[in-house]
């Protein structure tokens, strides 16, 4: 399949409007770009930063709505002047001093746009002293990869890498977040247990990032540090030769080399192509260099909704590792007998204090048959629904919101 019409079919999947006002949208996939960044706090480094920001705004242009700098709560709209004299301020800060700053085409903070940029420059003493990474993170629409638009994606891409200090970065498909991003974890858990293929979590740098990759995506940035951890530039390009057949390339650019998986990104969408082969030869060629462990790329459960843990963090870290690591398998509850053998006398265990109520949340979509009897609760449709066990789970599929997904809290015991 095409892969426009791949994405037509699978996009309300993975689009969200806002509970108050569906028609703007809080989560969505999109095309997304990030650079981790090292010494992003010297001067020459700043100063190409805000470079970078003005070759951004050629791209985006006047699709632009808002910004912040400095502070979230330092929110403006977007103009030309403004943007100019935020970028000049980020040329001139000091070494001592923090930059961060994000701009969007959304219709507010709460909201997300297929166009912006999002970043953060450590001050020097806490990367120093605490080993921190900076970041870029770029939004751009899938719609900008047609005609010529892979050509200029990928140059796109080498000449930001020559020009910030980038240590590591990936670039492909991923879901796009608005500032409020914490609000809506969930539903990106879901999404991303069906897209594979997409990159995941706040780009916020944990340090173990330092030690090595995120994961693969349809383009992998690699500093040319990295090579010799990969046997060496020759060495890598071999092994890249010997998986072109699973549509994997290699392109250098000033700093380093891009790890190239197919013509065009995949969405590992599970209903279809889960494994993506060049995704998973990517990850094969790169693993030696993929960090050992993941830090939990969301903040935890606020009601029980399931989010990313530690444990399906590094699920996710090695979902092309194998089929059937990601998305994880439901654990069976293992049936014991219900009281001693016959030959064996019974014995009283001690009395126990009560515990505290537990549960797990268990979840389900229209169409499917519902897997537990009970009182099912849909967010988006705002309403609760007695269902048996077998019987299919209402719909719509759909809202203007998003895709409609069932909640079942599961009580312990």
Same mark, same amino acid.
């Given at each position: 399949?095409?892969?426009f019409?791949?994405?037509? $079919?699978?996009?309300?999947?993975?689009?969200?409007?806002?509970e108050?006002?569906?028609?703007?949208v809080?989560?969505?996939?999109g095309l997304? /770009?990030?650079?981790?960044?090292?010494k992003s706090?010297a001067?020459?480094?700043r100063?190409?930063?805000a470079g970078?920001?003005?070759r951004?705004e050629? /791209?985006?242009g006047?699709?632009l709505h808002?910004?912040?700098?400095?502070?979230?709560?330092?929110?403006?709209k977007y103009?030309?002047?403004?943007?100019? $004299?935020f970028?000049?301020?980020v040329?001139?800060?000091p070494?001592?001093?923090?930059?961060?700053?994000?701009?969007?085409s959304g219709?507010g &903070?709460?909201f997300?746009?297929?166009w912006?940029?999002r970043g953060?420059?450590q001050m020097s003493?806490?990367?120093?002293a605490?080993k921190?990474? @900076?970041?870029?993170?770029?939004?751009?629409?899938v719609?900008?990869?047609r005609?010529?638009g892979?050509?200029?994606?990928?140059k796109?891409l080498a000449e930001l890498?020559?020009?910030?200090?980038?240590?590591?970065g990936?670039?492909g498909?991923?879901f796009?977040q608005?500032?409020?991003?914490?609000r809506?974890?969930?539903l990106e858990f879901?999404?991303a247990?069906?897209?594979?293929?997409?990159?995941v979590?706040?780009?916020l740098?944990?340090?173990?990032?330092?030690?090595?990759?995120?994961s693969v995506n349809w383009?992998t940035?690699l500093?040319r540090?990295?090579?010799?951890?990969?046997g060496g530039r020759?060495a890598?390009?071999?092994?890249?030769?010997?998986e $072109?057949a699973?549509?994997?390339s290699l392109?250098?650019?000033?700093?380093?080399?891009?790890v190239?998986?197919?013509?065009?990104? @995949?969405?590992?969408?599970?209903?279809?192509d889960?494994q993506?082969?060049?995704?998973?030869?990517?990850?094969?060629?790169l693993k030696?260099?993929?960090v050992?462990?993941?830090r939990c790329l969301h903040?935890?459960?606020i009601?029980g909704?399931v989010r990313?843990?530690?444990? @399906?963090?590094?699920e996710?870290?090695?979902?092309f590792d #194998?089929p059937? /690591?990601?998305?994880?398998?439901p654990?069976?509850p293992?049936?014991?007998?219900?009281?001693? #053998?016959?030959?064996e006398p #019974? /014995?009283s265990?001690?009395p126990?204090?009560?515990q505290?109520?537990?549960?797990r949340?268990?979840r389900?979509y229209?169409g499917?048959?519902?897997p537990r009897?009970?009182?099912?609760? @849909?967010?988006?449709?705002?309403?609760?629904e007695r269902l048996?066990?077998?019987e299919?789970m209402p719909?719509p599929?759909t809202?203007?919101?998003g $895709?409609?997904?069932? &909640?079942?809290?599961? #009580?312990?015991g």
């Amino acid at each position: 399949m095409e892969f426009f019409e791949e994405w037509d $079919a699978a996009k309300w999947h993975f689009t969200y409007g806002s509970e108050d006002d569906p028609d703007k949208v809080v989560l969505q996939g999109g095309l997304v /770009i990030v650079f981790y960044l090292l010494k992003s706090y010297a001067q020459a480094n700043r100063s190409e930063l805000a470079g970078v920001m003005r070759r951004l705004e050629e /791209i985006m242009g006047r699709r632009l709505h808002w910004g912040y700098w400095e502070h979230p709560r330092k929110r403006g709209k977007y103009t030309p002047e403004r943007f100019s $004299a935020f970028a000049e301020s980020v040329r001139t800060q000091p070494p001592t001093h923090v930059v961060q700053f994000t701009w969007s085409s959304g219709q507010g &903070y709460d909201f997300v746009g297929d166009w912006g940029m999002r970043g953060f420059s450590q001050m020097s003493l806490k990367e120093e002293a605490w080993k921190d990474l @900076s970041y870029l993170q770029i939004y751009l629409p899938v719609e900008v990869l047609r005609g010529d638009g892979r050509a200029a994606f990928e140059k796109l891409l080498a000449e930001l890498a020559m020009r910030l200090p980038v240590l590591h970065g990936h670039a492909g498909l991923g879901f796009q977040q608005c500032d409020e991003f914490h609000r809506y974890e969930n539903l990106e858990f879901e999404q991303a247990e069906q897209f594979l293929g997409f990159d995941v979590g706040d780009p916020l740098a944990h340090d173990e990032l330092r030690e090595g990759i995120k994961s693969v995506n349809w383009y992998t940035i690699l500093h040319r540090s990295w090579l010799e951890k990969l046997g060496g530039r020759e060495a890598l390009e071999r092994a890249v030769q010997d998986e $072109a057949a699973n549509g994997l390339s290699l392109i250098d650019y000033a700093n380093g080399v891009m790890v190239k998986a197919g013509e065009w990104p @995949s969405l590992g969408w599970t209903e279809r192509d889960p494994q993506p082969a060049a995704y998973v030869a990517a990850n094969r060629l790169l693993k030696p260099i993929r960090v050992p462990e993941l830090r939990c790329l969301h903040m935890g459960s606020i009601v029980g909704e399931v989010r990313f843990d530690e444990m @399906s963090s590094n699920e996710w870290l090695r979902r092309f590792d #194998a089929p059937g /690591i990601w998305p994880p398998r439901p654990v069976e509850p293992i049936a014991f007998p219900s009281g001693p #053998a016959m030959d064996e006398p #019974a /014995i009283s265990p001690p009395p126990q204090a009560p515990q505290p109520s537990g549960g797990r949340v268990l979840r389900a979509y229209p169409g499917q048959p519902c897997p537990r009897d009970g009182d099912w609760f @849909s967010p988006f449709l705002k309403r609760t629904e007695r269902l048996k066990e077998g019987e299919p789970m209402p719909g719509p599929e759909t809202t203007r919101q998003g $895709a409609v997904t069932w &909640y079942l809290r599961e #009580a312990d015991g």
